[in-house]
């Protein structure tokens, strides 16, 4: 078997092992709820008949163990259970507002890169002078700075004080109607609808909760980038380069290059990590992603709710982490190739 593979299996394992342990602290979650049925059914106060079919059919008088499998099982067939507050399935609710939060995290994650890129790159080149120096503290600051924080002063400063942002009231401003769903993005839909009044209000809704998490994002991946292009610059081969007197586009080119496989695994950790970060500004901006909805579930104490955010959180974790080793994997080997 080749390298590439039981690397790949391994990976899988892992994942599996992983997500194993996710599946048990969700399991948990509901045992240790006064009544299980209540969690289970979407209601704290349901029928007596109700109760007692649920408990036949979840085994809810059987073994822990047994219990564990059969709601195992149920995960793996997307059997989340019932939101007491909404009384819907908690699969569904979830389904619904991925695409606000997946839009909201994409759009900061293409803005964060291309702010820490040429800044990080920069602040490499300007090694211990005053333009690194307040780079890095900039970055610093970013770092420390909490997400909802971020948010708020954003809020006092260009919608209350200068009055060119829209109320943090949604996705797209309360006087208009969504558009029809075609990719799950206000603004694109109402591109592909043509309709160009909730296209501005939809981009309008989008800037700062964007902004925010973007300028969390390029925070972190800023001094990434710089530590990776410092290494990168100490390398012989840069040395090599430099001393030939080539220009600082080719010796950019080629510390980047060099750097890629770091700042792509950094990237990687922080996509993973953006859901939690993402949840708060959700809550800032009544934002309805799959953020709010798990703090709002939370808050309320609605288990099923809770269990169906844990698991999207661990997933969505798990297929970022899988997809940047698979792409890790492919550039190594096209690099050993060429």
């Known amino acids: 078997m080749e390298r590439p593979v039981r690397a790949l299996l391994r990976r899988l394992g892992v994942g599996l092992f992983l997500a194993l342990v996710v599946v048990l602290t ?27 079919q649920l408990v036949e059919d979840y ?64 602040a490499a080149f300007a090694r211990n002078t005053a333009e690194d120096r307040t780079v890095r503290g900039a970055s610093v600051l970013g770092e420390a700075m909490p997400p909802f924080l971020l948010a708020l002063l954003l809020l006092l400063v260009f919608f209350r004080w200068l009055d060119i ?8 401003s309360i006087v208009l109607s969504p558009p029809t769903a075609v990719t799950g993005s206000y603004f694109i839909d109402s591109i592909i609808m043509q309709d160009s ?4 209000s939809a981009l ?31 390398a012989p081969h840069f040395v090599y380069a430099r001393a030939q007197g080539m ?19 950094g990237l990687a950790t922080q996509s993973a990590a953006l ?21 709002e579930a939370m808050a309320r104490a609605d288990f099923a709710a809770v269990q169906g955010f844990i698991l999207v959180s661990a997933a969505f974790a798990a297929i970022m982490h899988l997809v940047h080793a698979l792409v890790r994997r492919i550039a190594r080997i096209r690099i050993r190739r060429a």
């Open 275 to 295: 859901l939690g970060v993402t949840a708060l500004v959700e809550h800032v901006f009544a934002w309805g992603g799959v953020g709010q909805y798990g703090l």
């Open 197 to 200: 009044i909730a296209a501005r």
């Open 247 to 265: 220009s600082r586009e080719m010796l950019t080119m080629i510390a980047l290059r060099g750097a890629l496989p770091t700042i792509g695994a």
């Open 59 to 122: 085994g809810l008088d059987r073994p822990a163990f047994v219990q564990f499998v059969r709601y195992t099982i149920r995960v793996l067939r997307g059997e989340l259970g019932r939101s007491w507050l909404t009384g819907d399935p908690v699969l569904g609710e979830i389904m619904a507002r991925i695409p606000a939060t997946l839009e909201l995290m994409l759009y900061s994650i293409l803005l964060g890169t291309l702010i820490a890129v040429p800044t990080g790159v920069a």
């Open 26 to 52: 969700s399991f948990l979650l509901v045992k240790l709820d006064a009544a299980p049925s209540d969690v289970l059914l979407g209601g704290p106060t349901p029928a007596a008949e109700e109760r007692a």
């Open 204 to 234: 309008a809704q989008l800037v700062l909760p964007v902004v925010t998490l973007a300028l969390m994002v390029g925070a972190t991946l800023t001094l990434l980038v710089r530590g990776a292009m410092l290494a990168q610059m100490d």
């Open 165 to 172: 942002a829209p109320a943090p009231s949604g996705r797209i």
